[in-house]
């Protein structure tokens, strides 16, 4: 019965889309109304039986055996603890604790090969280069100040430039 | 394993697609009104077979076929009938429309004549032929 009701339901669908298309092509436009209103429902109608026929296979679906359940839940092999080293254990030094003071100990000994390898790349030659590198932009032999015979000089033609008195005296006139 | 599993699965689709794509755009093809002019001088003369069930009391036949005739032109094209509509006998009914209806008009006529525009009345399309 129910495959007389499966089998009317599709046909019904696919005789009405043929239809449907046949009397687009004709220009019927009513039929085609028609005959899709047909298509509708009959999609409509074997959706719904779908969704009846697997609820009604989920209601008839047998219970589980509660003692086949449980063996198979014991024979799960053990889940791995990957953080059980984080767990604080009063009667034991965590692994937290020892990664961290070894990390220290080498990170403090590479520090020690960087900072002897560096001492050695100064040498008396290098030192002797690095200051004929630097004396172009040394400082004057005999520092900044101003020589007695410049400020000797100041009633000179010329001098009343503001710029020039300027420089030689700090202060424009 | 899983891909040999799947792939018949989407040539199906596929061939579904395609098949599907492929009756739309015939579909739309043998939809599509293409006019061309007409010579206002020719006439197509329509001959159908006509039969009702259930009609209304004191309606004819006649009077259900030209009314039909009547609205199919109005929706189909800009032509006139020309006479009455003329009864052959045996439920076949002959008219007369100016200008001929081109080929996509006559296909639009056949269609709106054949379809269940009026209640109670059923039309078959024997010809349509230029006179």
């Not at chain 2, 009077?63 to 052959?88: F, I, K, Q």
Request: aromatic content about 6%.
């Amino acid at each position: 019965m129910k495959i007389i009701a499966w089998l009317a339901g599709i046909a019904t669908l696919v005789t009405a889309l043929a239809y449907l298309v046949v009397s687009l092509n004709r220009w019927e436009w009513n039929r085609a109304l028609f005959f899709g209103l047909i298509v509708l429902i009959a999609e409509v109608g074997l959706a719904t039986a779908l969704i009846l026929r697997k609820l009604g296979q989920l209601a008839a679906r047998p219970p589980i055996d509660a003692e086949i359940a449980g063996i198979l839940r014991d024979s799960r092999p053990a889940e791995a603890d990957r953080f059980a080293w984080m767990r604080e254990a009063p009667n034991q030094m965590s692994v937290f604790i020892t990664f961290l003071v070894g990390g220290g100990v080498i990170l403090s000994g590479v520090a020690w090969i960087v900072d002897r390898l560096a001492s050695k790349t100064t040498t008396p030659t290098g030192e002797a280069r690095l200051a004929a590198q630097l004396a172009p932009i040394s400082y004057p032999s005999g520092g900044l100040l101003v020589p007695d015979a410049t400020v000797l000089a100041q009633e000179v033609p010329g001098d009343d430039d503001t710029r020039l008195g300027r420089l030689l005296r700090g202060t424009g006139r | 394993m899983r891909l040999r599993r799947i792939l018949p699965v989407l040539a199906f689709g596929a061939v579904g697609v395609a098949l599907g794509v492929a009756a739309v755009l015939a579909l739309k093809e043998a939809t599509l009104s293409t006019h061309h002019r007409v010579d206002p001088k020719t006439t197509a003369v329509v001959t159908l077979d006509a039969r009702s069930k259930g009609a209304e009391r004191g309606r004819s036949l006649g009077d259900m076929v030209e009314t039909l005739l009547l609205a199919c032109r109005l929706e189909v094209a800009r032509t006139e009938m020309e006479g009455p509509v003329r009864e052959l006998g045996s439920g076949r009914y002959e008219a007369t429309f100016r200008p001929m209806l081109d080929e996509t008009n006559q296909r639009q006529l056949r269609g709106c004549l054949e379809d269940w525009s009026i209640d109670h009345i059923l039309i078959d399309v024997v010809s349509i032929r230029s006179a």
